[in-house]
C-alpha cells in the first residue's frame, strides 16, 4: 500500500508565487487542507478522534450513510448494505431486535480483494471486540451485546463474551444479520460512521486478529502500536492511503480507480498539518491550499480575500468548547499537579472531586466575552450537553454565570477552607493550533488567579496526540476540549460526556449511578416524548455534579478557494465542515 510520491504528485504539492494564485485553478487533480491536530491513528477499530476520523472515513466504507444534510432514521441510505432495514421492507424483526443487511457484491478493497458478508461481520467483531481502553467499541458494544466492554470492573474478560458476540452478528448467504441486546433507538444511525469494513485476511497478513475464536483476547485492549500503523490501510472507499509523513505530519490519498462507484474526480488529496493561522491564511491566498482550519474568531480575516469563498451559517453536531474535570489524576510522573499535595506548591489527586472547586471555574468563565470575541458575537452561551436540533434539546436560561465574587466565596468554601488559605498550583491543557483554546485558557487563567494571589493556573499546550496519550492516562487535570457527534442522537452526547462508562467519564475518573440509570434508560426508550422527559433529568442532574462546562454553542463555516466545486455539508462526517468527504469534491474555474 505505501508507495513513493509520483513526480507529478511532488509537483502538485510545490508552492508557487501568490501571484499565480489569481490565475487559473492551481493543481486542478490535487486538493490540500491544512488544518491543525495531528492524527493518531488510522485503524478504524482505534481511532476515535477527528483528524484519524476524517482520513479513515475516506478510505474506508460503512453499511449506510447520510446523504447532505441528513441527521433522522428516514434519511438513511444504503452504502455497503444494498438496503436500508426497517419493518417496513421485513429486515427488521417485529421485536425490533434483529436487523438484516443485504451485503453489495462487486466491490473490491484497495489490494484488489473482493469484499464479502463475512469480510463486514469480521469488521464489526474486530471492532467490539478490540475495546481499546477509552476507544469507540462501546458505540457497538452497548446495543448488540449490552455491555460498555468487554471485560469488567476488574478488568478481566467476561465470561463467554466471544460467544455472544459471534452469535449476535452471524451470516446467511448474502446477508450479515445482527442480533440486539435490547431495543436501542440510535442503533442504525451508528452503522454510518463506526464499524468501518475491513478485509479479514488482508488483516490477518498485517499481525491482526485472523476472525478465529481461539485467540481473540491476544488482541484485545491492545496499546497503540499493536493497532495497524498509519502505514498501513486497506478499504473500499473512494480514495486509498499514498503515504502518511511522521514528520511534517502529512497525508496522501490517491485515487483509488478501482472503486465500486464512479471514481472520484480529485486524483489526490494532501491532508497537512499547520498549527499556525497565519501560515494556513498565505497558504490560502496562494492557492497552495484549497481550503483551511480557520477559527471564529478570525472570521473578518479571511472576508473578501480574493478568489476565496466563505460558507456561514453552517450548523453541526458539537460542543465545541467543553471545560472538562479530572476527579482521579494520575499523580505518577505528573509535572501538571506539581507537589500532588495541597501545599500551595500543586494539587492532590481528588482536587477537582470537590464540587466548589469546579462551580469556582464555572463562575470564572465569561461566557459573553467568549461569544463576543471568540465567536465573532455569533450563537451563544451553551444552555446544556445537547446540542440544538436534537432531543432532548433545552432552550432555557443559562445554568452559570460569569460572577468572580461567587467563585471567590466556593474557592474559600472548597477543601474545608484550607485551599484558600494555602492556594494551589496546576495545570489546563490544550492542544496546539487551537486559538479559541488558547485565548479561553488565558481567559481562565486571569479570572482565577485574580481571587487569590495564591492561586497558580499554568497554561500549556501540546500536540494532539500527546494530547490524547495523557488524557487517557489521567495526566491532565484540566483541559479544554471539545465533543462532535459520533452519530446525531442525544445518547451520544449524555453517554460520552455523562455515563460512567463513557469516554470523559472513564478518563475523569466520574461516576453517579443516578446518571448511568436514566441514560440506560432513555436509550433503550423508542417513544420519543418519553425520551425527551428522560433527557431533562439527565441535564438537571449534569448542572447538579458539574463534571465539564459546555461554553457556548454558534454556527460554523467553512473558507475555501472559489475553485472548489461539489462541496456538500455532512453534520455527521468527522471534522466538518472544515475537513470533507473528498469523494463530492473537484475543482474547476
Known amino acids: 500500500m505505501t508507495k513513493l510520491l509520483s513526480s507529478a504528485l511532488c509537483a502538485a504539492l510545490a508552492l508557487a508565487p501568490a501571484a499565480a494564485a489569481a490565475a487559473a485553478v492551481k493543481n486542478p487533480d490535487t486538493f490540500v487542507y491544512a488544518t491543525i491536530g ?127 458476540a459471534a452469535k449476535a ?14 431495543p436501542f433507538a440510535p442503533f442504525l444511525s451508528i452503522l454510518v460512521s463506526w464499524g468501518a469494513v475491513m478485509e479479514r485476511k488482508w488483516c490477518a497478513a ?15 485492549d491492545p496499546s497503540l502500536d499493536q493497532a495497524l500503523p498509519k502505514t498501513l490501510m486497506n478499504g473500499t472507499g473512494p480514495f486509498q492511503l499514498e503515504r502518511f509523513e511522521p514528520n511534517t505530519k502529512q497525508v496522501i490519498l490517491t485515487r483509488f480507480d478501482g472503486y465500486w462507484r464512479r471514481p472520484a474526480r480529485l486524483k489526490n488529496v494532501v491532508i497537512k498539518v499547520v498549527d499556525e493561522f497565519a501560515t494556513r491564511k498565505l497558504m490560502l491566498e496562494a492557492g497552495d491550499a484549497d481550503v483551511i482550519y480557520v477559527p471564529q474568531m478570525y472570521h473578518n480575516q479571511v472576508q473578501g480575500l480574493p478568489g476565496v469563498q466563505v460558507i456561514d451559517g453552517l450548523q453541526d453536531l458539537e460542543r465545541s468548547m467543553l471545560l472538562t474535570f479530572t476527579f482521579k489524576i494520575n499523580p505518577v510522573a505528573n509535572p501538571n499537579i506539581g507537589s500532588g499535595k495541597l501545599d500551595g506548591d500543586g494539587v492532590p489527586p481528588d482536587f477537582f472531586s470537590d464540587k466548589d472547586v469546579r462551580q469556582a471555574f464555572a463562575d470564572a468563565i465569561d461566557y459573553k466575552a467568549v461569544v463576543r470575541d471568540l465567536e465573532r458575537g455569533t450563537g451563544a452561551q451553551s444552555t446544556g450537553l445537547i446540542p440544538p436540533g436534537l432531543l432532548g434539546y433545552e432552550k432555557r436560561a443559562p445554568k452559570y454565570h460569569f460572577d468572580l465574587k461567587a467563585a471567590a466565596a466556593h474557592m474559600k468554601k ?13 495545570s489546563l491543557v490544550y492542544n496546539s493550533g487551537s486559538a479559541p483554546a488558547q485565548a479561553l485558557s488565558q481567559m481562565i487563567k486571569k479570572n482565577i488567579e485574580s481571587l487569590n494571589p495564591k492561586f497558580q493556573l499554568t497554561v500549556r499546550v501540546v500536540q494532539w496526540s500527546t494530547y490524547l496519550d495523557q488524557t487517557r492516562q489521567r495526566k491532565i487535570p484540566l483541559q479544554l476540549g471539545a465533543w462532535q457527534a459520533d452519530y446525531p442522537d442525544p445518547h451520544n452526547f449524555v453517554f460520552p460526556l455523562l455515563d460512567s462508562q463513557g469516554y470523559f467519564p472513564t478518563q475523569q475518573g466520574f461516576k453517579d449511578p443516578r446518571l448511568d440509570r436514566l441514560i440506560s434508560e432513555a436509550v433503550g426508550t423508542l417513544n420519543e416524548a418519553k425520551r ?30 472559489s475553485w472548489v466545486k461539489g462541496f456538500i455539508f455532512r453534520p455527521t462526517f468527522p471534522d466538518m465542515p472544515y475537513g470533507s468527504y473528498y469523494y463530492d469534491l473537484y475543482k474547476a474555474p
Open 38 to 164: 495531528d492524527p493518531e491513528s488510522f485503524d478504524p477499530a482505534w481511532a476515535y478522534d477527528t483528524a484519524s476520523q476524517n482520513v479513515i472515513a475516506n478510505v474506508y466504507e460503512y453499511l449506510l450513510t447520510f446523504p447532505g444534510r441528513g441527521t433522522r432514521l428516514k434519511d438513511l441510505r444504503p452504502l455497503l448494505a444494498t438496503k436500508v432495514p426497517s419493518r417496513a421492507n421485513g429486515l427488521i424483526s417485529p421485536d425490533g431486535l434483529t436487523y438484516r443487511f443485504p451485503i453489495r457484491k462487486g466491490v473490491k478493497f484497495h489490494d484488489g480483494a473482493a469484499m464479502t458478508p463475512e469480510d463486514v461481520r469480521y469488521s464489526l467483531l474486530r471492532f467490539m471486540l478490540f475495546d481499546r481502553a477509552g476507544g469507540p467499541s462501546s458505540l457497538l458494544l452497548e446495543p448488540i451485546l449490552g455491555v460498555h466492554s468487554v471485560r469488567g470492573a476488574d478488568g478481566k474478560t467476561l465470561p463467554g463474551i466471544y460467544e455472544r
Open 169 to 182: 452478528v452471524t451470516v446467511r448467504g448474502d446477508e450479515v444479520v445482527i442480533r440486539l441486546k435490547k
Open 206 to 220: 498485517h499481525g491482526q486478529w485472523d476472525g478465529e475464536a481461539a485467540d481473540w483476547e491476544k488482541y484485545s
Open 414 to 426: 472548597a477543601w474545608g477552607g484550607e485551599l484558600w488559605k494555602k492556594g494551589f498550583k496546576v
Open 532 to 561: 425527551a422527559r428522560l433527557y431533562h433529568e439527565i441535564q438537571a442532574l449534569a448542572d447538579e455534579d458539574l463534571p465539564c462546562i459546555p461554553v457556548v454553542d454558534g454556527p460554523r463555516y467553512r473558507v475555501q478557494r
